[in-house]
Nanobody, 124 residues
């Protein structure tokens, strides 16, 4: 199983980035997996960002990113995206994509497959 995340980088406050995560080798069809994005800043615990249901019809995000970040997926491409707008310095973190077979959840233990992370750095 591999979840390959990319799209991170160094940007200024107010800029946008789109993260992508391509899945391969999952044991079941991609569209049965709930997908999520988490982030972890240096010295901090891993934090839930957003999640999306298998068919893409339901999304859920943490309050700090609502109105700025949008999660989406393309099941034909086995890919999940995180569009991040109006970035703030406090969004600086390594961002991880994750997949799980449970329902939408902000709890990291509900996700069984994890990507390697992509670093987002937002300068003020």
């Amino acid at each position: 199983v591999q979840l390959q995340a990319c799209g991170g980088g160094l940007v200024q406050a107010g800029d946008s980035l789109r993260l992508s995560c391509v899945a391969s080798g999952l044991g079941r069809s991609f569209d049965v997996y709930t997908l999520g994005w988490f982030r972890q800043a240096p010295g901090m615990e891993r934090e839930f960002v957003s999640s999306i249901s298998g068919n893409g019809g339901t999304t859920y995000g943490t309050d700090s990113v609502k109105g700025r970040f949008t999660i989406s997926r393309d099941n034909a491409k086995n890919t999940v995206y995180l569009q991040m707008n109006s970035l703030k310095p406090e969004d600086t973190a390594a961002y991880y994509c994750a997949a799980g077979l449970s329902r939408l959840s902000p709890k990291y233990m509900r996700y069984t497959e994890w990507g390697q992370g992509t670093l987002v750095t937002v300068s003020s």
